[in-house]
């Protein structure tokens, strides 16, 4: 079976008064994820995406367990329902991140989604930032100023064979 990636178009959203790379290696960006290193890839993906915006002179992100809920939720949901998209009926990525307590509705926030899910070598950490980064939608979510916070959800499998790659939805946030 011949690796392959897949990336949803990357949404970003602000309500109300929401407002070059580095070339240090982090460490586990080459891990291939399995049911054992799952915190490793997370930490990899959050090291990679602080070092992107740490080449352009931007405020590092924060691990947030209300967003990481949102987002494991989510890779979980696409893996079992066969499914890759930011909505599911008529709940958004808005919806799934609100309903953690993150922020309120009526609150100032920006909240953002990037999807990915890859096979073989294109499964590991670094693989799925490189996709992301060739992409202007995910790049633009990924140094987006007002991003504070962040959670990653990677589930094992991929919509199309739960049994191969890795999963990951990554949400975006800045609340007052």
């Not at 899910?117 to 590991?124: H, I, K, P, S, V």
């Not at 739960?162 to 999963?167: K, Y």
């Amino acid at each position: 079976m011949r690796p392959r990636f897949l990336l949803a178009t990357s949404l970003t959203l602000t309500a109300l008064a929401g407002p070059a790379a580095a070339s240090a290696a982090c460490p586990n960006e080459d891990l291939m994820p399995t049911a054992d290193n799952l915190p490793q890839v997370r930490e990899a993906l959050l090291c990679l995406h602080n070092e992107e915006r740490a080449g352009r002179g931007l405020p590092t992100l924060k691990a947030n367990g209300r967003l990481r809920r949102a987002a494991s939720g989510h890779s979980d949901d696409m893996v079992a329902n066969g499914y890759f998209s930011h909505e599911r009926g008529d709940q958004t990525f808005v919806d799934r991140i609100l309903a953690t307590g993150y922020t309120r509705r009526d609150d100032g926030w920006s909240l953002g989604e990037n999807l990915a899910w890859g096979t073989g070598e294109l499964a590991t950490p670094k693989q799925l930032m490189q996709a992301w980064m060739g992409s202007a939608g995910h790049r633009r979510t990924i140094v987006n100023r007002s991003y504070r916070d962040v959670g990653f959800g990677v589930r094992l499998g991929v919509p199309k064979d739960p049994a191969t790659g890795v999963t990951v939805t990554a949400n975006f946030g800045a609340k007052p």
